[in-house]
């Protein structure tokens, strides 16, 4: 198995929220919590450019700051226009206290 990516500690992300991380060799990312659970995605919004993190956690959605498009957090999936383009995401493993991702194949 590859060596896992640390991204963040798990502490860094509230619950609810999202947290830009920039790891070598990949995009930037987006962590996410929800209630516990994280999930990790490219930062950048598949309609223009804007960081999902400077927008809004609602649910499992996340909402983009600069038209309003929606994204899945758990599945990557745009749920609102104009986003049509699903982001990449990324399984997500906790060890040790920190949230990692395997590098990009
Ligand atoms: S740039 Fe994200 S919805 Fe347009």
């Not at 992300?13 to 929800?34: C, H, K, R, T």
């Not at 209630?35 to 909402?63: I, Q």
Request: aromatic share 10%; proline share 8%.
């Amino acid at each position: 198995m590859a060596d896992l990516i640390k991204l963040c500690k798990a502490e860094d992300v509230a619950p609810g929220q999202s947290f830009q991380v920039d790891a070598d060799g990949m995009p930037a990312l987006a962590v996410y919590n929800l209630e516990g659970e994280y999930f990790v995605s490219n930062n950048m919004c598949t309609h223009g450019m804007a960081w999902l993190t400077d927008g809004y956690v609602e649910g499992d959605e996340v909402e983009c700051p600069f038209h309003g498009g929606r994204f899945s957090i758990r599945t990557g999936e745009p749920t609102a226009f104009p986003c049509v383009v699903p982001i990449q995401t990324y399984p997500v493993s906790l060890v040790d206290g920190f949230v990692c991702i395997e590098p990009a194949a």
